[in-house]
């Protein structure tokens, strides 16, 4: 499966961003899906993940109630509406794809497939 990441931006804080992650192939709802971060000079970090049909979720600490994620297995993309935006938020986000049996894997290294990454920058 191929992903394709869109949405990032230059916003201040307090601001709102929706990232959208369109995959190609007809399989998209046999995937787990998440949006993982990177900033420079730091590790890829989780940020979060849902399950097959979208009614599960999980999310790092420090984006609840924040972050909320979402997806559209008819149009096989998902999407991480952030609000509240922090400049701790700054990084390059990345969507991918997990194909587990079970669970929802927050590990880098438990997904398959990812995008190229979208920027955010969260600055005032």
């Known amino acids: 499966v191929q992903l394709v990441e869109s949405g990032g931006g230059l916003v201040q804080p307090g601001d709102s961003l929706r990232l959208s992650c369109a995959a190609s192939g007809r399989t998209f709802s046999a995937y787990v899906m998440g949006w993982f971060r990177q900033a420079p000079g730091m590790e890829r970090e989780f940020v979060a993940a849902l399950s097959r049909s979208g009614g599960s979720t999980i999310y790092k600490d420090s984006v609840k109630g924040r972050f909320t994620i979402s997806r559209d297995n008819a149009k096989n993309a998902q999407y991480l509406q952030m609000n509240s935006l922090k400049p701790e938020d700054t990084a390059a986000y990345y969507c991918?794809?997990?194909?587990?049996?079970?669970?929802?894997?927050?590990?880098?290294?438990?997904?398959?497939?990812w995008g190229q990454g979208t920027q955010v920058t969260v600055s005032s």
């Open positions: 991918a794809a997990a194909l587990v049996y079970a669970g929802i894997p927050t590990k880098a290294s438990d997904y398959n497939y």
